[in-house]
């Protein structure tokens, strides 16, 4: 029975119960428990079960590394599969349920696989379900993937509030136990700017568990004055409830802290993601007790000696009321005598080593526990629940020869320091043979931006587990940091700990020592994902000899837990079945984070209107507020078209061009790029930019230019305009606002630096408006105040004036083939603009049209459109646009790649019109075949549809695309297939459809 | 997560303020090369696993291009510079040879 | 070998396992073979295997510096498509679906094939133009695709937000019988199989030098020692600069960082592979149940396996907009690999300067799902010198212009 | 248009800082060679005061920011610039350099409290803590370009595209909700 003892527990205030529900069952703890510590004072200690063969599961650990006790947590849009008891702070109305079982955690019929486990080993579905085929599909995959995860997924929008936090410090400090808060006091003094980061809510680490008193204090009290004398440093910043989650290259490190998980309504942000830039790091992050290799060492009941004393110490709770401890090392034996000092019976101490403990065993011998030296556990009784055990010699091969009743296993098989954070970024460990663990190798330390070391753990995260060897490595490991780090602190000389006589600990691997093959698949090495032993003898035996190999063949390590408590028994299995030594073999990669962060703090405040940000027009709202339907271009939305009452879309934009071609539209172009380029050497500049000649342009008039990469391939266009002597107006595409702008800056600037030119965007000083059809100049003659008559502002010229009370500038361009006129006011002027553009022009009918409409009516024109009828590998010879390279050039960019044998083959595809036989449509993307199959037995292709509309003008379907030799072939009729097999015919003509002559934009 | 130091602001900058550009020191073949000189010039790269020659730019900052020396391997940054030279300046040499004996790039070392 | 199947498991599960034997042997190298493959990835011992298997190469030995499969064979996510635009990646990665479908009774080894369905989301007018092309385009290449509604969408992945303001659900490119694989297996499975045709597979054998003469190959230096061969095949991912230049060339490809995470795992509630290009994302549930999420490659070179945590940022993000129930869920492993990126961004398989030096490379964030058809057509290439899967993907296209570029579907804003 | 005056504000927040976004500001980018002593002599003869130092922003009637080696924003009434941009087009025109009225590209937001250092640090990658006043830091507000300075110890002043203002105002709001507050400052 696993129960609340009488008094005691340093977290907990028991005049603060707190009510939760697990599984339905209302249950009550107090402040300050988890919830693992509330459900073992409900003696709730079947918890879950295992992810394979759904074998019962209780808690194990204390803290983050529990494999076990994972449950869903919460419900609704606060549901949280996958949250470890031991580290989710209990609060009023907390509501937590067992996974991975089903109907119910008492009787779950997956325990099936259980009982097949015999047939199921390591990587038995690589050699199973491979015939017949169908079946892996249909019927093998579907339960597996049925039987495997954990949690339940979620099934609402999470609406908790996440957000990041960048920070810079001369030191971070990771870890608030008994190393780090020294070394952070060590530091102190040096005047750098610190952090310090606990990941539980509690400062003092294991120390307040391990030791009654430190020197002349009690534990807490040391702890509680070392927290008190930092806080008066005001260079030291203390954040508890935060984990150190990873360390990344030139000094990164991420601060997972959670502010919310331990309320019962969230106030504010759930958690922050700190991105913290320390010049120097120190992990004091402590070490993790390693389970015993023993038969049936996965039955609840059996759990970690450490964590029987936090649960005992911290939480006032007797996990049994028999605990038998079973150690390799010294310090299990606190576990008996905290558990003998609060009245809990330890029937036995097993000690693996045949000349047992020092001065601990000899305390609790003295206290009547009884000690076996030399022994092992050969067998535990009990399914759900340890019953009991049975215990023989450690050198044997496993005949119990003695039964001692039990309802809990206090097991320590060593430690493992917290090497995790110290590996993230390239950090190396090496093997101590005599403690038996992996500790960093101080000499091969992770390397920062400028070649030096920039990791350094201290205390028992760098292999020191004796107090007082924890404290002098903490002390000197921080003052070779902060030396390193510039800061200088007083070598004081250092008052040692007394410290009891540990005899040293004896690495068993597996227990009893010669355990068959029998024994052996039922010693589980990880609890979550049922690795056994003989899972990880099979591996080696198979060749999978690499530990990454391993890992993955027998799933050893890759939980949730990630490892934490099964990755180096796995090892040292695995480095015998090989007959190396555990060096030879070497661990796997620790990756970040060290245990796992929320997905939504990693997205931070990035969400819903944050996600990405919406650039807006000046008339952005207008549109919205007049019912366009907006299309995303970019980072910019715009009108896709304005559709009316219960208009489609379709009829909507026919509408639109219907009414601008007969009368009048206006179309809000203000995305379009607008770059100022300024100097004596902008002509040539642009020369070198431009296909075209735009050194020759006349002041007041204005060039449509096409822009190529240094491949060759058409990247941009637009309408440039000679604005004085020395400087020039860029329109581009809205895409290439700030991608050529970009593109000018990197020639100019690492290629032509000795050119005086210069560049700015001006996109966003002005709205630009188009205002298209037969009646635009009458709109704005009604505006008034600048002489737009066709002799005053020919075709391709602008002036500028001010039309009504507007700045304007006026381009007298047209991309629609109307007469038509773009005009950029001031970006703070275009929304009244436009209104009177709407009001104005109401005689005419006015409206305005969207994006649809624009490229319905450019395409009845045969302007090309970059990124339809370009697309990264189209040049502009492809386009039938030699017109606009200039002859007289030696240069420009793209230039020599446009002379390469491909691009000079004559078979290229070329741009044409298309007219379908019947009038329809062709599909968007539609391929013209051609005669047979190629060599890999695809159908032969000789053209494909670039643009593809309904001509509300024409009343039919108009296409363009690029044909094979296209131009050549007028009246030719190719066949498009559909996707259903049916196919359409379509004529090659001319791609100008409307208005070849331009007698409507020249009016 | 890289930190440079931007030549030209002196901006201790982030990496998510600047943008990459590619290896650095490439000489520009236009109209009259032949067809080798420009896929060299393209698309053929040291790409080496350790002492790196590369374009970024302060994008997010004072928006000027500028050089960095820096180790594919180690992600070790020996230095940056200015833009507007066609080969690493003596000191970013004189750095790299100490800190990696035996190194080589192009006629250099 | 012993034949995989549940009788013979249920045969050695009477005696506990103990009577499996190496999945492949582990030999010591010859002085000589026919053909060399340098790198015992899942590229490279599939070359292996379909150079025996088709071509009846069987002297030929693998040679990897580290454990094999232990690169990006086992560091993506595990997707299969080949809903490509232009007609050679089409036919490659069309192969390769192909082959997937029947590896694991080729190879007497469940690789777990799941033709789940791969859909790409478009959310721009661009995109969808985009992805009807490339509907239009598989339809002719013999690819079955189609580009369904955003309701269809929804309905095959109910977790998705096909209404989220920012960029809705428009509709998706659907293939039906693309999906996922389990990584590792492919590897382990093409080495059993490799082995067992009697080809070596020397792992912890690094090459340090490659020798030629006259313009032909000679064979190689290792750390094993000197090993000669007819034939050599350059097959390292992220490691392919390194290579040629041994060999005395330059390539064009650059390494660099490409990253993915998983998170914890949970039940089922998501069927398909779903990839979101506007927003630089993807996201499939593994038969384990954990989401395993990719996005874009990162834009400088690197060899250290260790990204930069804002491309992991922008993916998460792009992901929890996607599938809002995500959000609570957490971050369970995270990592990289070294990708080779080349200048058109598609692969390299062809000859090299140097005479029977053969390379593959520059399969960049896509080379999962090509493995068993670049092992087809690469094997091909070096037995006969030549193969029409592998003949517009030659280095040559860079000279010519002659660009095989896939990301022409892909968003460019207007 | 009749009103140039500075009006005041757009819209404004208040958590534990305020936000509020201005109506109008006056800003003109000027762009040359700083390091020739012509140039310095004729913008401090049009404008009216020096250069400012690399970084650095001289907080005057009219405030005048570095931007880059060869940029400078000049902050000004809005109603000033075209006056102030024909001064100095008088006194540079012999010399290479640019003049372009940004005014109405740009957005200007003012931070005031005592959390309005960390505020920031929610949205930019940069050490504020060792920001000093006059001093001017280009870099990113979460996804956008942004520029900003110290006015006060608990005071910013910051600068975005226009374009993206409503973004901006959002990324400080949700910033700076009152039960947001870090304490790290």
Known sequence: MSKRLPEGGLFIDRNKPIKFEFNGKKLSGFEGDTLASALLSNDQVLVGRSFKYHRPRGIVASGSEEPNALINLGEKEKFEPNQRATTTELFDGLKAASQNHWPSLNFDIGVVNNYLARFLPAGFYYKMFIHPRPFWKYIYEPFIRQSAGLGRAPSQKDHSQY?????????????????????????????????????????????????????????????????????????????????????YDHGYILGYERLNDHLAEEDGPRHRLWRIRAKQIITATGSIERPISFPSNDIPGVMLASAVRDYAVNFGIATGNKIAVYTNNDDAYRTAITLNEVGVEVPIIVDARKSGGGALAERAKALGIRVENGKAISKVFGKKRVEAISICEHKDSGKGNEKIACDCIAMSGGWSPVVHLYSHCGGKLKWDEKMALFKPDSSAKPTSHDGLPFVTAVGSANGFLLIQEVLKDAREGCLEVVEASGGKVKKESFKLIEQEYENSLEAIWIAPQDADIKKRSKIWLDFQNDVKINDVELAAREGFESVEHTKRYTTLGMATDQ??????????????????????????????????????????????????PVRKTPMHDWHENNGAYMEPVGQWRRPFCYPQAEETYAKAVEREINQTRSSLGILDASTLGKLLVTGPDAGKFLDMLYTNMMSTLKIGRCRYGLMCSENGFLIDDGVVARIDDQ?????????????????????????WWDWKVYVTNVTEQYAQIGVVGPNARKLLEKIGGVDV?????????????????????????????????????????????????????????????????????????????????TDGTVIPQDLNLDWAISKKKDDYLGKRAQERSFMVNPSRWKLVGLETLDGSVLPDGAYATAEGVNSNGQKSTQGRITSSYFSPTLKRGIAMGLVMNGPDRGGEIIEFPKIDGTVIRAKITSPVFYDPDGEKQNV | M???????????????????????????????????????????????????????????????????????????????????????????????????????????? | MKRYSVFAVAREALRYHQGWGRAWKSPEPKKKYDAIIIGAGGHGLATAYYLGKNHGLKNVAILEKGWLGGGNTGRNTTIIRSNYLQDASAAIYEKARSLYETMSQDLNYNVMFSPRGVMMLAQTQHEIRGYKRTAQANALQGVSTEFISPEKVKSLVPIINIDGPRYPVLGALWQSRGGTARHDAVAWGYARACSDMGMDIIQQCEVTGIRHKNGQVQGVETSKGPIDCQKLGIVV????????????????????????????????????????????????????????????????????????????????????????????????????GIVDMTGDRSPILSKTPVGNIFINCGWGTGGFKAIPGSGWAMAELMAKGHSSLTEEFSLNRFKEGKFIDESVAAGVAH | ????????????????????????????????????????????????????????????????????????????????????????????????????????????????????????????????????????????????????????ETSVSVICFSSVADYMFNLLKTSSMPNSKVGDF
């Open chain 1, 163 to 247: 957000e990041h936090f960048y920070a810079f410090y001369d030191l971070v400090i990771v870890g608030g136990g008994i190393s780090g808060l020294n070394a952070a006091l060590t530091a102190a003094e040096s005047g750098l700017k610190i952090l310090i980061i606990e990941q539980t809510p509690e400062w003092g680490g294991r120390c307040l568990v391990d030791f009654s008193t430190i020197g002349d204090e009690t534990s807490a009290e040391y702890v509680s004055r070392l927290v008190s004398e930092l806080k008066k440093f005001h260079n030291v910043t203390m954040r508890s409830r935060m984990m150190g989650a990873g360390v």
């Open chain 1, 563 to 612: 490892g934490k408590l099964s990755n180096i028994n796995g090892l040292a299995i695995l480095s015998s079945s090989l007959g190396k030594e555990i060096p030879k073999v070497g661990t796997t990669t620790f990756r970040p984070p060290y245990t796992p962060i929320s997905l939504g703090s990693i997205g931070g405040s990035a969400r819903d209107d944050l996600f990405q």
């Open chain 1, 727 to 751: 400087t020039w107006l860029c329109h581009t595409t809205t895409g290439g606002a700030d991608s050529i702008h970009a593109h000018m800056e990197e020639w100019l600037q690492t290629e």
């Open chain 1, 789 to 869: 008559s066709r002799e005053a502002l020919g075709f391709m010229e602008w002036k500028d004036g001010n039309l009504g009370k507007y700045d304007a500038r006026i381009f007298r361009i047209s991309f629609s083939g109307e007469l038509s006129f773009e005009i950029a006011v001031p970006a703070k002027q275009g929304l009244a603009f436009w209104g009177e553009l709407i009001e104005a022009g109401k005689e005419f009918q006015v409206m305005p049209y969207g994006t649809e409409a624009l490229h319905v009516m450019r395409a009845e024109k045969g302007f090309i459109m970059i990124g339809d009828e």
């Open chain 2, 2 to 109: 890289l930190v440079f130091k931007c030549p030209y602001c002196g901006i201790e900058a982030d990496e998510t303020e600047l943008s990459p550009g590619g290896e650095a020191h490439l000489k520009r073949f236009g109209p009259g090369s032949s067809d080798e000189e420009l896929e060299g010039y393209l698309f053929n790269r040291e790409n080496p696993k350790g002492v790196h020659f590369e374009r970024w730019r302060h994008v997010y900052g004072c928006g000027k291009w500028f050089h960095a020396a820096r180790c594919t391997a180690t992600l070790e940054v020996f230095g940056t510079y200015s833009a507007q030279t066609f080969g690493p300046p003596k000191e970013i040499i004189d750095i790299i040879k100490s800190k990696r004996p035996g190194w080589k790039w192009r006629n250099l070392g």
């Open chain 3, 237 to 336: 991912a992220g490691h392919t600069g390194v290579l040629a230049d041994m060999a005395g060339f330059r390539m064009p490809v650059e390494a660099v960082a490409l990253q993915a995470l998983v998170s914890e795992p949970i039940k089922p509630c998501m069927d398909v592979v779903v990839m979101a290009n506007t927003v630089h994302g993807y996201m499939s549930q593994s038969d384990k149940g954990e989401m395993v999420i990719g996005g874009g490659a990162d834009g400088f070179n690197n060899y250290t396996q260790r990204g930069s945590f804002h491309h992991v940022e922008e993916t998460v993000r792009a992901l929890i907009e996607t599938f809002p129930i995500i959000s609570r869920l957490k971050m369970l492993r995270w990592w990289g």
């Open chain 4, 1 to 152: 248009m009749s009103d140039n005056k500075n009006e005041g504000v757009v819209r404004s927040y208040s958590g534990y800082v305020k936000v509020s976004e201005k109506m109008k500001t006056g800003m003109l980018t000027v762009r040359g060679d700083f390091r020739s002593s012509k140039f310095k002599t004729s913008f401090t003869k049009a404008v009216g005061t020096k250069l400012p130092k690399d970084r650095k922003l001289i907080l005057a009637k009219n405030n005048v920011a570095w931007m880059s080696p060869d940029e400078l924003l000049i902050l000004c009434d809005y109603a000033d610039v075209s006056s102030l941009s024909q001064n100095l087009q008088m006194e540079l025109k012999d010399q290479h350099h640019m003049l372009v009225n940004v005014s109405d590209a740009r957005a200007l937001f003012e931070i005031s409290g005592s959390g309005s250092r960390e505020v920031i640090a929610k949205l930019a990658p940069v050490n504020i803590a060792t920001l000093e006043i006059g001093e001017i830091r280009r870099t990113r507000f979460s996804q956008i370009a942004a520029a900003f300075w110290l006015t006060s």
